[in-house]
């Protein structure tokens, strides 16, 4: 007989050995079982997860060694074939295990706890005598108990019968939700003997009647209470009689608050037009070409999206498109829904589990075609992609930075290549290395240099708060600021005001000593929060009371120091008591729809400033905006990365882009100490083609992307000097092993030095050309997983790092 065997990628990721295991498969599951399935199997003392990735006929594992699949638990694969080969790729391209691959493509509620759920589809057929006595009366039941009576293969008849469907019930926050509905029998001849039954029950006799004008129909009971006055007691009678039947409707839960009013494609300007020309052409022509849109700020590269989109639907085809998590505001999905409506799936983290199920579902299900999401929607299952989008596509969030550490951008590439489908990269302010890309033709470049309604670019200010200090103005404003809000006060118009990163300074600071307070287990000042009068630990979570007297001095004279957007608010409320402030910060925001409400309000004038953090820096589209103005530009500029002027002149250019985007003018006021950065003031100038040219200068004379490629090995312990030592040993193995071309910093001491009680230390690799990387970091992967990690050591390489 020909035995079939399984190729299983077990979910074991401290394994040492990443690779799949072959397992019989029971008799009874093998007209059941397909590649990408999950499967239960035996694996050491325990049973676990598993995916299959293969089948086949003949194995080398002995007879008496292979062990069966224990349990198989999706009849219809999750995986696609496309996804199972995208996870060998990831694997090879971001050097992880491919576990940790396949599982980063499922939504979490297939990762969790759940319950399988069969269920009845279609109440008339005649069910084989062991299914019928599955069920009895109900209309659902446990996949287990088909899978112990060996009714597998049956089950997989009926499946595709339509008789039956399966369901994953997510324990915990994830079930499918459905609801209890009355189904009319679609048979006359049903209806009239449930009629003659009824012969002396008028009221039955009446409900009957009035079904017979709804055959086929599906009501809610209370519909038909209302519809028929009649009682639950009738319709249950009714119902008994065979005249209709409870069914289970299966609902989505709908993150949409509201309906949105549809919109009609606009009238392109020549720009746009031009771009999506060249968009559209490479879709007909089934061409995987990438491109990259760069578009200033109010260009309306949305409405080039929306419009490549459309093309693609109309092929029967399916796009993706993605935004970085803080600029997926309800206002930018709205303006998909509102083009796209039903068709339109949304994947976020601010959904619930059960929610990002549903929204998956819809997808897998072809029930929706475009889906606009964050990273992980890159790997939404469809299965027929016609157009991928990155939105903001320099944003760092795009890279993932736990293992598989991928870029959504290089995900997108592969996908577009295996769909033979365009990819559209668009920014106002592209990464260094898409715009080197699209130099030298790589990518194809696509401008749009004006704004879509030709408003002018917002004037731009730079305040230099060393001179403020010295003109003796002590507070966070300068005067330049506080004259334009003021102007906005008594114009009624409205203002965004920026604070680099959430109470990024606000530290607690001992007057007298100098003495910051730090978070025990990691080495960085805690930060002070107002409401809870508590110090946290932005990495950690770790927090503490605010200390009365300093703990290395005793001195009483310690305070919190610098802005945090709650001071912000309190000074605006001093200098301007009539202002109104919304605070959009991770604090305000907690709970769900907060992001929401806080625009909208915004949006209805509720409030004249809106004060907050990265998250108001893109996105944002309101006419009264007609004043920007950034607290201090200096935050971000001096983080110890290589990235950090392109990071400010990025986040500078957006948040000026929020001004003056409709018929006012828009001025935007920069407050800095270090006014003569290039970053700073080419930003002033808006100009991003003067700040490449700068950037790439300096980034070839250090040695950096996108000239050479770095690597980032990361080694931590909770004992520094076993950190130290073992970050040392990777060094040396690696100049050992890497060609002399190839230059090896370290091992040095992380920016972050200490992390939840771990010290780290790292080693960057740059290189131009070395074919030999990827082995040699597998190997060194390998020893690590079968040594190192035994004595406590943590190591991770990242191919791509966003900070070093
Ligand atoms: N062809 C057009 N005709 C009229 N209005 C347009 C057109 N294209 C875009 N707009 C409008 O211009 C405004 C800016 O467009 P959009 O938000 O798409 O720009 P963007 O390039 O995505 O900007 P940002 O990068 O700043 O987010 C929007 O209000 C949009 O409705
Ligand atoms: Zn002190
Ligand atoms: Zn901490």
């Known amino acids: 007989m020909n035995v079939l065997y399984a190729e299983i990628i077990v979910d074991v990721s401290t394994y040492h050995v990443d690779r799949s295991f072959d397992y019989a498969v029971p008799v009874e599951w093998v007209a059941v079982i397909e590649k990408g399935c999950r499967v239960k199997v035996p694996f050491g003392p325990r049973n676990v997860l598993g995916f299959v990735v293969g089948l086949k006929h003949e194995t080398d594992v002995p007879t008496n060694k292979i062990k069966p699949l224990a349990q198989i638990l999706d009849i219809e694969p999750v995986f696609t074939e496309e996804m199972l080969l995208m996870a060998k790729w990831l694997k090879n391209e971001t050097i992880c295990y491919e576990i940790d691959a396949l599982q980063v493509m499922l939504p979490s509620a297939l990762r969790a706890k759940y319950e399988k759920i069969v269920k009845l589809l279609n109440y008339q057929t005649i069910l084989p005598m062991a299914v019928q006595q599955i ?24 499946i595709a019968d339509k008789i039956v469907k399966i369901e994953n019930v997510v324990k915990q926050q994830g079930n499918v939700k459905a609801v209890r509905m009355v189904k009319i029998t679609e048979d006359e001849q049903a209806l009239s003997n449930a009629m003659q039954e009824a012969s002396r ?40 009689k065979g005249a209709a039947s409870f069914i289970q409707e299966e609902v989505y839960r709908d993150p949409f608050t509201k309906d949105v009013a549809r919109t009609q494609s606009l009238q392109l300007t020549d720009e746009q037009a031009v771009a999506l020309k060249a968009i559209t052409h490479s879709i007909e022509t089934q061409s995987a070409s990438t491109f990259l849109l760069q578009g200033v700020t109010g260009s309306g590269k949305t409405e080039v999206y929306l419009q490549a989109i459309q093309k693609v639907l109309n092929d029967g085809k399916e796009a993706i498109m993605l935004v970085p998590e803080i600029s997926l505001t309800p206002q930018m999905t709205e303006r998909f829904r509102s083009r796209f409506g039903e068709m339109v799936a949304v994947m976020h983290s601010g959904l619930s589990v059960g929610e990002k199920y549903d929204e998956w579902r819809k997808i897998q299900q072809g029930k ?16 027929n992609l016609g157009l991928i989008i990155l939105d903001e596509e320099h944003e760092s969030t795009y890279k993932q930075e736990d293992s598989p550490r991928y870029h959504a951008r290089d995900v997108a590439i592969w996908r577009s290549q295996y769909y033979r489908c365009p990819v559209i990269l668009g920014s106002a302010t ?26 002018a670019m917002p004037t731009v200010y730079v305040a230099d708060m060393r001179e403020e200090l010295q003109k003796g103005n002590r507070s966070m404003f300068s005067e330049l600021l506080i004259e334009g809000i003021r102007t906005r006060l008594e114009r009624q118009e409205q203002m965004v005001l920026f604070l680099n990163r959430r109470g990024y300074s606000s530290f607690v600071l001992c007057r007298d000593c100098g003495t910051v307070v730090q978070c025990p287990n990691c080495d960085i000042s805690l930060t002070y929060h107002r409401t809870t009068e508590k110090l946290k630990c932005h990495y950690c979570g770790y927090e503490e009371q605010v200390p009365q007297i300093c703990p290395q001095c005793q001195s009483e004279h310690i305070r919190y120091f610098g802005t945090g957007t709650q001071k912000v608010e309190e000074e605006i409320y001093k200098l301007f008591p009539e202002a109104r402030v919304l605070r959009m910060d991770v604090d305000t ?5 907060a992001h929401e409400e806080i625009l909208q ?11 907050g953090t990265q998250m108001i820096a893109k996105g944002l589209d309101f006419p009264n905006i007609t004043l920007v103005g950034v607290l201090s530009a200096d935050t971000s500029l001096h983080l110890p990365d290589y990235r950090a002027a392109e990071r400010t002149f990025q986040l500078l250019t957006q948040v000026s882009g929020r001004a003056g985007r409709h018929d006012k003018a828009g001025e935007v006021v920069i407050q800095t100490y270090t006014p003569e950065h290039y970053a700073i003031e080419l930003a002033k100038v808006q100009d991003y083609e003067p700040f490449y040219e700068r950037e790439m200068f300096l980034r070839r004379r250090s040695g950096y992307p996108p000239y050479y490629f770095v690597a980032l090995i990361q080694v931590s312990h909770e004992d520094v000097m076993m950190a130290a030592e073992y970050a040392g040993r990777a060094a040396d193995w690696l100049r050992g092993n890497l060609s002399n071309q190839v230059s090896i910093i370290g091992p040095t001491v992380a920016s972050i030095s200490r992390l939840q009680n771990r010290y780290r230390y790292q080693c960057l690799i740059k290189y131009k050309i070395e074919p030999n990387l990827i082995p040699v970091l597998q190997r060194l992967l390998a020893m690590y997983r079968a040594e190192w990690i035994k004595q406590g050591i943590l190591m991770t390489v990242d191919l791509d790092p966003s900070t070093i």
């Open 135 to 158: 069920f009895g009366k109900r209309q659902q039941a446990n996949f287990k108990e088909f899978e112990r009576a060996g009714l597998l293969p049956l089950l997989k008849t009926l």
């Open 601 to 611: 309000a915004f949006g209805e004038g509720q409030a004249d400033i809106l004060l």
């Open 368 to 383: 929706v075609s475009v889906v606009v999401g964050a990273r992980s929607a890159i790997f939404a299952p469809f299965t």
């Open 430 to 455: 592209p990464a260094l290395e898409s715009y080197a890309r699209a130099k030298k033709g790589v990518y194809t470049l696509l401008t749009l240099k004006q704004r879509a309604l030709h408003q």
């Open 201 to 240: 029950a008028a009221k039955q006799r009446s409900l009957i009647e009035w079904m017979a004008s709804h055959l086929g129909e599906v009501f809610t009971p209370q519909q038909i209470y209302e519809a028929t006055s009649v009682s639950a007691a009738v319709l249950q009678a009714v119902i008994e």
């Open 589 to 593: 925001t907690k709970h769900k729809g």
